[in-house]
């Protein structure tokens, strides 16, 4: 029987296993292969989606838990923060290989929502879940900072 | 030698014969050749300008390997269209480091195109148009991307530049040196212009110069200064396609049951339950394990723990590391096969006022890369089309081959983003394409499959750093100068038994077993270097910065600990080493200036110096550490500098700079791959845990000025650090670091 669950503002019926992670529902179902698998095990962050606004690890969410929730995805991802986020990201070229970046960017939108004035120490608390291979850590944590003062003016 | 020795690697090999074999190569030439000869292979079709480059000693490329308008171009460097977009052909992957940047730049310059109309497209395989001038096959690595493109695809850009040129000159009736083109756009003094792209057309029915003249370094508009990477929008929106991104009408998901022990083959299957797991469409057997096939990624990872495999572990490496290190440092008294010898070793060590003796530890290593190996194939039986971020194409596009019984023609390899590779998507055997097909052959059906690793399949699945050990002596006069020197080292050899020995092992010495060693820069009158190569079933890989992972921190470290059993401040110790060295002590000088080397340190804080040439460049690092109340370290701070020849995008050298401390640092703080019976006993990002946030230091990244020809980045940036904190650590508290990770030490991120 399906499942709905609300992706990006559009209502979803998806037909899949209950124990499904939502990470291959997005992926394989629906094609939104933005979010990515880095672990399975919720230790990276590359699958991180907003769940009502707040970051989870779409590894970590069954589709039958995920029932009624609304989600967003990199692909689904606006608003004032996150096109802060991505331009301060464009403007200091912090991406690398850029498979982890889609979660980098899910972790720091949420960060910047609720906290826009974050502090390093903030900073390290709220991303240390996203591990990144290219070790652009301080990129990232300068695209923060940027993109915390992009929307201070 | 046992059994099991490089047995994963050597039974792909039997099976399919070498990789190179099925693909026409050149042998690979020292330097990238000065200049090449273009010639137009399409034109005056409406769909612009394409050049291909004349492969040497072929004559004129066949006609039909120009696929005509529209349908995009099978063997081009560069396509200028009418729509004025400038599309560069990249030879090489982007595994991270920049290629589709820095590649696109070179043509930028010589076209004086505009950097917003420039797009990138991978190339396809094609050995000789596409090779890399180092190996003499298609494929990037050992840094060599950029240095060996460097004239080739400026000379693209400036050809096309020359035919936009002449065709503008003949339309507007006046001679070709009264027209400039800046930023795209070409223009004449009485005020006419045109885009490129709207003299495409004209310009792709104008001959080919066979000799154009490239800029002088004074008129670089491109060339130095940091334009921004051509991936960035397209890799934070998710746009960006990887090969796990890969989504086709029909595709199935496999995954791979693997030994747990390497070596050991499939004795018995039982697939009862997989079968009847839901989504699961087949199980099949390949060389590499167990492979479910199913509708989706869920359903066959599923399928897979429903799966009960016998092993049959009879040629199995059965030994764990502790093993591995006891025999390893049982040779260390052996003398080894010799790397290099000056001079009198024995009696320089009879003559010494003191002398230092240290056995070095470095553990296996794991890449993982963000994205796990990955690999798309779509076979038909009598065709195939595969899709991975391939590092090498001309050996996966050749084990593609091997494995499906196809011609190279009948073979299409898409090259796509990589998510990461550090040395795992280059693999001399290309097991992981080499299954893909191996398991779409046995399934038989016309659809596409995607092959995933799970990261447990990524972290378990070897091809590691080798472990090694070092001994190294030293011995010094009355005055504190070295005047004996052995380093022996210990570790399986990353080249034997794969299609690259012979250019990389001599005399039974695998160069990159003591790259770092055996070029040791300090000026020794006495010194030897010696290797034993030991078997073991573990397959290796080279991993970021290959022989210097291990080389850089022995060498470095040990000169510390001379430099204070000399009582010298350890960078002037090596200023006074470093003789006809004057680009290793360019960065030692450039680092020590901006880390404020010799000034006062806070209490409770240390600096430490290392400095080390890998793939043609030099770097310097010092790092900074605090030690906290409880006895924990701190890295805070690393300042690097780095020759690498000129910058051509500074930006990305910084980039590639900090990402490589970042990666280095995992290695010396908390990583490594530990066996036990046969058995790796991490798997995930838990038990094998990358560096994150929190832990990463201020990292200052400065470049020496030169003119010299570009060398590489993606590398040398990884094994200086290593060194660098443990020098810290060695001056704050005496202690040294002989075993790696320093797990010993606490370290703290906060």
């Avoid at chain 1, 802060?84 to 949420?110: H, I």
């Avoid at chain 2, 950029?146 to 006046?174: D, H």
């Avoid at chain 2, 995008?649 to 703080?669: C, K, T, W």
């Amino acid at each position: 029987m399906a499942i709905s669950v609300t992706i990006n503002g559009q209502p979803r019926a998806i037909d899949a296993a209950p124990d499904t992670p939502m990470l291959w529902v997005l992926r394989d179902d629906l094609q939104l292969t933005g979010t990515k698998f880095g672990c399975g095990a919720g230790l990276c962050g590359a699958c991180t989606i907003h769940v009502k606004g707040e970051p989870q690890r779409a590894c970590q969410l069954t589709l039958k838990d995920a029932a009624g929730l609304e989600i967003t995805t990199i692909e689904g991802l606006k608003g004032r923060v996150a096109g802060a986020v991505q331009a301060a990201w464009a403007k200091l070229d912090v991406v690398q290989c850029g498979y982890c970046q889609s979660g980098q960017v899910m972790a720091a939108t949420a960060l910047l929502t609720a906290k826009p004035k974050p502090s390093d120490a903030d900073i390290d608390v709220a991303m240390d879940g996203n591990i990144c291979r290219c070790a652009t850590y301080p990129r990232i944590r300068a695209g923060i900072h940027a993109a915390a003062a992009s929307l201070e003016g | 030698m046992t059994d099991a020795t490089f047995s994963t690697q050597q039974s792909i090999f039997k099976m399919i014969g070498s990789p190179l074999d099925a693909l026409p190569v050149d042998q690979p030439s020292a330097a990238e050749p000065s200049r090449r000869s273009f010639l137009k292979i399409a034109g005056g079709t409406g769909a612009g300008l394409m050049l291909a480059l004349a492969a040497p000693g072929l004559g004129a490329v066949p006609a039909q390997a120009a696929t005509p308008a529209g349908g995009g171009l099978a063997d081009a460097f560069l396509r200028i269209a009418p729509d004025n977009t400038v599309t560069v052909i990249l030879k090489h992957a982007d595994i991270g480091q920049g290629a589709a940047t820095g590649l696109s730049t070179l043509v930028a310059e010589e076209l004086d195109a505009s950097w917003a109309q420039i797009r990138t497209e991978f190339a396809p395989s094609d050995p000789v148009r596409y090779k890399n001038f180092a190996f003499g096959v298609q494929g990037v690595g050992g840094s060599t991307g950029l240095a060996n493109s460097f004239e080739q695809y400026r000379t693209v850009g400036a050809t096309a530049r020359a035919m936009i040129v002449a065709a503008a000159a003949k339309e507007w009736g006046v001679p070709a040196a009264d027209i400039s083109v800046t930023n795209g756009v070409v223009s004449i003094a009485s005020g006419k212009t045109a885009t490129l792209g709207a003299m495409a057309n004209a310009a792709s029915l104008q001959a080919v110069p066979s000799n154009v003249t490239l800029k002088t370094p004074d008129k670089f508009t491109f060339i130095g200064k940091s334009f921004p990477r051509v991936d960035s929008v397209a890799k934070t929106n998710g746009t960006a396609k990887y090969t796990i991104d890969q989504q086709m009408d029909g595709m199935l998901i496999a995954v791979i049951a693997r030994p747990t022990k390497f070596g050991a083959t499939v004795a018995k299957i039982d697939a009862t339950a997989t079968e009847k797991s839901a989504g699961v469409v087949k199980v099949v057997q390949v060389p590499q394990g167990v492979a479910v096939i199913a509708k989706s990624t869920w359903a066959a990872i599923k399928g897979r723990q429903a799966l009960k495999v016998t092993w049959d572990e009879s040629k199995a490496e059965v030994r764990g590391t502790a093993d591995l290190l006891k025999d390893y440092k049982a040779l260390l008294d052996k003398p080894g096969l010799s790397a290099r010898k000056e001079g009198d070793v024995e009696g320089a060590f009879a003559k010494a006022a003191k002398v230092v003796s240290v056995d070095f530890e470095f553990p296996y290593l794991a890449h993982a890369p963000m994205e796990p190996l990955d690999c798309v194939v779509h076979y038909t039986g009598s065709s195939a089309e595969i899709w991975t971020g391939s590092q090498l194409q001309t050996v996966d596009h050749g084990t593609a081959c091997a494995v499906l019984g196809l011609k190279p023609e009948a073979v299409k390899l898409n090259t796509v983003w990589a998510g990461g590779s550090f040395g795992r998507r280059a693999i001399a055997d290309a097991h992981f394409v080499a299954e893909a097909c191996a398991l779409a052959k046995a399934y038989g059906q016309p659809v596409p499959i995607k092959v995933i690793w799970t990261r447990e399949d990524d972290i378990k699945g070897g091809y590691y750093r080798p472990m090694y050990v070092h001994r190294l002596k030293a011995g010094l006069d009355k005055d504190g100068t070295i005047i004996a020197w052995q380093h022996r080292i210990v570790g399986q050899s990353i080249m034997a038994g794969t299609p690259f020995e012979s250019m990389a092992v001599k005399n039974g010495i695998d160069n990159t077993s003591v790259e770092g060693a055996n070029n040791l820069p300090y000026a020794i009158a006495n010194l030897s270097v010696e290797l034993h190569t030991v078997k073991a079933g573990v397959p290796v890989l080279w991993w970021r910065s290959v022989g210097a992972t291990h080389t850089a921190h022995a060498t470095e470290h040990m000169i510390d600990l001379l430099a204070k059993e000399a009582g010298k401040d350890p960078v002037a110790f090596r200023l006074s080493l470093l003789k006809g060295k004057p680009r290793h002590i360019g960065a030692l000088k450039l680092a020590a200036e901006k880390a404020g080397w010799g000034t006062p340190m806070p209490a409770g804080t240390a600096r430490g110096v290392a400095v080390h040439e890998s793939f043609g460049s030099y770097v310097a690092q010092i790092a900074e550490i605090a030690l906290k109340p409880d006895g924990s370290v701190k890295v805070t701070r690393i300042v690097s500098a780095i020759d690498c020849g000129l910058a051509v995008n500074p930006d990305v050298v910084h980039a590639q700079i900090e990402g490589g401390i970042g990666y280095g640092l995992g290695a010396a703080l908390r990583n490594e791959i530990t066996i036990k019976g046969g058995v790796v006993e991490q798997s995930n990002f838990d038990s094998y845990e990358p560096l994150r946030m929190s832990d990463i230091p201020k990292i200052e990244s400065h470049i020496v000025p030169s003119a010299e020809k570009p060398t590489g980045v993606g590398e040398p940036g990884t094994p200086v650090a290593l060194p660098a904190v443990a020098n810290a650590l060695f001056s704050a508290t005496g202690q040294r670091t002989l075993q790696l990770p320093m797990t010993r030490q606490k370290y703290t991120s906060a």
